[in-house]
């Protein structure tokens, strides 16, 4: 339907649009029944003032105007007017290239940002009495005394209105105030006893043109109170491509007036905004010269000159200087005659340099006094208040932190912290460490470093190694930046059982015992009884090499030696090996003292059990069930493997014929169905053990414990379970004698899926008997152990005999089996 009605306003516009002709209010009134977006959407493709036709704000006045004059709708298309509007300067100009660098926008068409109702004429506001009164203006009489009557006069197209008992009268072109005194004068020549009282009603529209540099150049009709600014909105405002200084005013061919859009954006002064005529012309000049200012001031932006303007009017043109401004120092970029690009450095705190002269292009670039400022300090990272201090000789770190208890953090570290010094001369810096607790509490130690002019005092997380780590990375980069040849960056490397392990910055001749202070000290893991550095050296050939200098970590911590480190120096604390490392596995089930038991390495089973007291009287040890987890992620790779395995030959089986309630169907159907099974089995992970064999002494290969295992020994069963392709696949109470075929039997028999000449049994403690191929076994006839799990397979001979699903039938029982032996504990 919204489609129909997109087509059908097509088809009525177009023609319109094209011949340039009136649109009729029937067309308006179909057009406004389009949903906003395609409204707005034909408007912006074919040029069409969305506010003049009803789409948006429906009159300048915000009413609907009695009369209106015909609707001429623009020839341009917006797409133009875009294209138009992204060259604002001129091409190759200084001040072009500085909007592209800098993004120096023009001032002021911001203003025009939409059609704003606030700036239409209010249909209410009192009529000033210096309005002229012209056709179509209502005209309001009271009359009362001896006669009280209500009149509305309606001027006509001549001029003329009929006063009842009076006649015509010519009113056109006077004013307001004239239109009072003439009909009072009238009221009183012609009724005896009566006065009147005048005011104006519904106000004529008049059409106007606006032209030039426009958004929408072209005719428009608004109401007689309107003035050139609320023409300006009406059309959409004025282009980046023209003038807002020089909107001018025409009158039958003569220029009435400017516009200085500045003074109304700048000082609030309207008085040039003259109220509007029938027929008069707003045209809009291109946009004179342009110039930029940018950097610290309140306005950055690009300005349009207005005749000889200097430095100084364009600060003001800016707002001003900021607080941060730095007006010595400050540069003109111009565009000489020669088209060459040059720089000028001002001063402009001195007159001369207010008062030069500006051209278009240039852009003034004011520089900023925190780039430039001397006489602070600086302090960061874990301090309450941080930022700038004022220097003077003598301050010292504890002049700025007075308290450890209120200065700083509680995440600070108090062992370590960092004094930056710029060195401005050679655009280096110098970083010193030192103790913070020290330097507070003990003013005279040497740790209270004492602090130049723009030194940085640098305060580091303990709690944070990220954020410390972040604190330091611009200082090591920095420092190895400005390295040269033949020397090495002031930065060692300190990996290994640290609490901060990370690139840290060092002094001259600072010692092993200070970094290993600055990376947090060893941890409770560190090996203290061996260490070494890496250190880059180059031999007499100039070849580098790499050497390994170990040190005790025991002898550095206590004071007893120490080694002064090279800039480039890696240092290695190692790790005790397996530190604090708890060996565990649970015992479930029917044991005496069941629980977690911590193990030492290579105990045994058998060890772990008699220390939980051995098992239960009811224990079913042939029952127990022994899980590993590195046994059970490897079944989940498996298991895995053999899901994506099986999806391959399951589409094999689809693309092998479409014979829909075939066989073909039903074995996808069967497919499918082993499919889900396998995407909804877990991994157990379970071991085949003899715990049985174990308890009784027998000779039988010991279990050596790994971390995370677990034994679940169930309690004495009373069942055999039957499972697969059976009718009633269940549970079944154990009786002597019974073979595998009997409990067969007692399910009800195969299905037709079933696989008979595959049946196997699952014994209770894990391993798996193949009734059909064991001659010691007895065959089917076979008598069955309590807990044991009879399996019938599925017939995969009937599913294009793929082996793959007969391994992975036994993989689910298997994962079942395991999941019901924990089950049933």
Known sequence: MIFRKVISALVLFLPLIVAAQTISPAQIAQFKSLPRAQQEALAQQYGVDLGAIGGGQSSVDGSQLRNPAPLVVPLSKPSDSRLEESNVQTKNSAAENETTVNKLEPFGYDLFAGVPSTFAPAASMPVPGAYTVGPGDEIRVQLWGKENRDLTLVVDRNGVINFPEIGPESVAGLSFADLKERVNALVSQHFIGVKASVSLGELRSVQIFVLG????????????????????????????????????????????????????????????????????????????????????????????????????????????FTADAYPKRAQLQRVDENFNLRILDLDLTERNSENVGLKTGDVLAISSVTELAEGFVSLEGEAVRTGRYAWRPGLRVSDLIGSLTFDVTRDADYRYALRIREKVERNTIEVEAFNLRVAVEDTSSPENLGLASRDRVILLSEANAEQRQAALADIVKRLENQTGPREWAPVVRVNGAVRFPGSYPIAADETLSEVLAAAGGAKENALLLEGEITRYVTNEKGIGETRIL???????????????????????IKTVPDFAKNNTVTLLGEVLYPGTYTFQEGETLEAVLARAGGLTASAFAKGAVFTRERLRLLEAQRLKEAEDRLQNDLLGVQLAGNNVGGDNAERVQQAQGLLEEVQNSAPVGRMVINLEAMQKGERYQNVILQDGDKLQVPPIP?????????????????????????????????????????????????????????????????????????????????????ELWTNLSQIIYQMALGAAAVGNL
């Open 718 to 802: 009373q069942s055999v379970t039957v499972l697969g392709e059976v009718q009633f696949p269940t549970s079944h109470l154990y009786q002597p004698g019974l073979s595998v075929d009997d409990y067969l039997e007692r399910s009800g028999g195969a299905t037709r899926q079933a696989d008979q000449s595959r049946v196997y049994v699952v014994k209770a403690d894990g391993s798996v008997l193949l009734p059909n191929r064991s001659r010691w076994f007895g065959g089917r006839r076979a008598e069955i152990g309590i807990g044991d799990t009879i399996i019938m397979p599925i017939d995969v001979d009937r599913l294009n005999k793929l």
């Open 213 to 320: 540099e426009a958004r929408a150049p072209g005719a428009y009709t608004v109401s007689s109170l309107s003035t050139i600014t609320n023409a300006l909105f009406a059309s959409g405002g004025v282009k980046r491509t023209g003038s807002l200084r020089n909107v001018q005013l025409k009158r039958k061919g003569q220029l009435l007036g400017v516009l200085d859009l500045y003074d109304l954006l700048l000082k609030g002064d309207t008085s040039a905004d003259q109220r509007l005529q029938p027929g008069d012309v707003i045209f809009i000049p291109p946009v004179g010269q342009l110039a930029g200012i940018k950097g610290e001031v309140r306005r950055p932006a690009l300005y349009e000159l207005k005749g000889t303007q200097t430095i100084a009017e364009l600060v003001r043109l800016s707002g001003g």
């Open 550 to 572: 170990p040190f005790s970590p025991v002898e550095i911590l206590t004071g007893n030696e120490d080694i002064v480190l090279q800039g480039r120096d890696s240092i290695l």
